[in-house]
T-cell receptor
Framework: AQKVTQAQTEISVVEKEDVTLDCVYE???????LFWYKQPPSGELVFLIR??????QNEISGRYSWNFQKSTSSFNFTITASQVVDSAVYFC???????????????FGKGTRLSVIA | DSGVTQTPKHLITATGQRVTLRCSPR?????VYWYQQSLDQGLQFLIQ???????AKGNILERFSAQQFPDLHSELNLSSLELGDSALYFC?????????????FGPGTRLTVL
């Protein structure tokens, strides 16, 4: 069965600090996708990144970077030089690829609430 | 703005009542998903439709039902409401069924059952 664990419930950092949000997943499939979503205080879910199981290259997008390691089943998210606007709940999610139906819906972790203090 | 719309934004009702939540997917998207976000259960998948047909079911209660109409909008019906049904209900849409199709989320409907 699929499972996503975000062990950090809440993290608080001072502005300009770097912060890493951890995500560990479980799946029996060899083909799957991992996602990160951001939920700011306004409540909507904002897509940040998608990574497939065959691509272990790290990705950087501005101040955001992601480290995918299949050996440890982890897909961690780092924010460099954090800003107050980064304050939000961040969710890691997993979707497996099924031959017949195409995909499985997203399984989300419990989320990590990040507070960036000015 | 994701392009997915949900109405109403807020809904307050009493136990035992029935409500309908509406979702309009992004233009061109055929797949619609419903998720429930509650404090104790987190974000959970409820049900998925693709081009009018049910494709996958998650932790959806028997008191809940959904459908996707020919114009691709979807409705989630919640009946015999209980206090524990209070939650944020999200609709998401994607182009098709492929797992790499990104799911775009609507702003959610916050349901409060009193």
């Amino acid at each position: 069965a699929q499972k996503v664990t975000q062990a950090q419930t809440e993290i608080s950092v001072v502005e300009k600090e770097d912060v890493t949000l951890d995500c560990v997943y479980e799946t029996r499939d060899t083909t799957y996708y991992l996602f990160w979503y951001k939920q700011p205080p306004s409540g909507e879910l904002v897509f940040l990144i998608r990574r497939n199981s065959f691509d272990e290259q790290n990705e950087i997008s501005g101040r955001y970077s992601w480290n995918f390691q299949k050996s440890t089943s982890s897909f961690n998210f780092t924010i460099t030089a954090s800003q107050v606007v980064d304050s939000a709940v961040y969710f890691c999610a997993l979707s497996e690829a099924e031959v017949d139906s195409g995909n499985t819906p997203l399984v989300f972790g419990k989320g990590t609430r990040l507070s960036v203090i000015a | 703005d994701s392009g997915v719309t949900q109405t109403p934004k807020h809904l307050i009702t009493a136990t035992g009542q029935r409500v309908t939540l509406r979702c309009s997917p992004r233009s061109g998207d055929l797949s619609v998903y419903w998720y429930q976000q509650s404090l104790d259960q987190g974000l959970q998948f409820l049900i998925q439709y693709y081009n009018g047909e049910e494709r996958a079911k998650g932790n959806i209660l028997e008191r809940f039902s959904a459908q996707q109409f020919p114009d691709l909008h979807s409705e989630l019906n919640l009946s015999s409401l209980e206090l524990g049904d209070s939650a944020l209900y999200f609709c998401a849409s994607s182009l098709g069924l492929a797992v790499y199709n990104e799911q775009f989320f609507g702003p959610g409907t916050r349901l409060t059952v009193l």
